[in-house]
């Protein structure tokens, strides 16, 4: 079954969670009255590691950032290595901070 991926707005982070259980999550800060999201730390759990989790979850992160219209501040290495590899994604982050983040 493929795994669901959901915003935990309680804890500030989206979350994936497969049959196995929960396997890991995207911490976020809001800043600008929610128009911007500051991924800050994304964890996969070791047990999932290697199948290709962290993606799915930097994607469906990033596609309900751009849904809601708001931006991206990528200080997680990992979404910000994430966003570096699929291009398409680099709008959501302002121009004028692109720069900051090598982008």
């Not at 929960?22 to 600008?32: C, I, K, S, T, V």
């Not at 990033?62 to 219209?69: E, P």
């Not at 931006?71 to 994604?89: D, N, S």
Request: glycine share 8%.
């Amino acid at each position: 079954m493929e795994p669901r991926i959901h915003d935990n707005t309680e804890q500030s982070r989206f979350e994936i969670d497969t049959d196995a259980g929960p396997a890991g999550f995207a911490e976020y800060q809001l800043r600008d009255e929610g128009r911007t999201f500051a991924f800050v730390h994304t964890v996969i759990d070791p047990a999932f590691e290697g199948q290709g989790l962290g993606g799915k979850l930097a994607r469906a992160a990033l596609d309900a950032v751009r849904d809601r219209g708001a931006h991206v501040l990528p200080y997680c290495p990992f979404i910000r290595g994430w966003i570096a590899k699929h291009q398409e994604y680099v709008t959501l982050v302002p121009e004028e901070k692109r720069a900051a983040f090598d982008l």
